[in-house]
């Protein structure tokens, strides 16, 4: 329950969704725990999970027009990309599935990249706080195997009829 913002861990980036959202911009957010931008959509919901700490002053309070939500962002993040990627298969016969995926996906080595990248930044980790490449507490293994696994699926579907 820290205010990142008032300790300059964050940048306040919500006085940009908020001036774009003003000017008629749809705003769609990725979320996992209730504090992230776009989260207030399930406000509500938040202050009603006994699972939530804190959830009152927590819980993000900008609604997204659009919300995923995730067990952790960056899971949500794989997940809608690979869903561009198999839209966009249906939509262009010029590329394969597995070439959309690959366009629209991060392979592990880059995911592994931008998150050294991340730390050696000054990012922390959501869960832990620890500037470590760890993803909300977890070891990054982790996050990778959900990439994997989300991969391997949308390739599943260059194999149907």
Known sequence: ???????????????????AMSHGTPFLAIGDGGNELGMGKVYAAILANPQIQKGETIGAVLAADHLVAASVSNWGGYALAAGAALVRATEDNTKTVQEWVEACLPTEAEEMALLAKCVAAGCRDGVSGLMESTVDGMPLERSLECLRNIRQTCLSFSLLP
Do not use: C, F, N, R
Not at 4 to 19: C, G, N
């Open 1 to 19: 329950a820290i205010d990142m913002t008032a300790k300059q861990l964050i940048a306040p980036i919500h006085t940009l969704v908020e001036l």
